[in-house]
């Protein structure tokens, strides 16, 4: 997957995700950033949450539903894979510039 990096995103750089800023971009070579797959507990360490059947998870206006290998953004009725997207999502439709993680509390090394 060839994924063109943005500063202000996260992405996995030596095994550990890193919100990347301009400088740092512009000092790792292109192909060192990763994606990272959005999971369920990405979504809760951004400040999302399940409603009770655990189909969708809610932060402010954003609606997520989970799909096979991705999740619907139900007002954009965009798909997203990962966590870059989520950002870019929130930047552009919700103008949030930066979404902000609450916890990395749930990250363990090589299992992003």
């Not at 301009?22 to 959005?38: F, G, N, R, S, T």
């Not at 870059?84 to 930066?98: A, G, I, N, P």
Request: one cysteine or more; a positive charge; proline letters at 8%.
């Amino acid at each position: 997957m060839s994924v063109t990096p943005k500063p202000n995103r996260y992405y996995v750089v030596q095994k550990e995700p890193v919100l990347l800023t301009a400088v740092l971009l512009k000092e790792l070579p292109p192909d060192i950033p990763q994606p990272i797959k959005l999971t369920k507990p990405w979504l809760l360490a951004f400040g999302f949450q399940p409603d009770r059947s655990t189909n969708f998870w809610s932060l402010e206006n954003a609606r997520l539903v989970a799909g096979m290998n991705c999740w619907l953004c139900t007002k954009s009725r965009r798909y997203i894979q990962y966590v870059h997207e989520l950002q870019d999502l929130f930047e552009e439709h919700f103008r949030e510039t930066t979404l902000v993680l609450k916890s990395l509390n749930f990250y363990v090394s090589g299992a992003v």
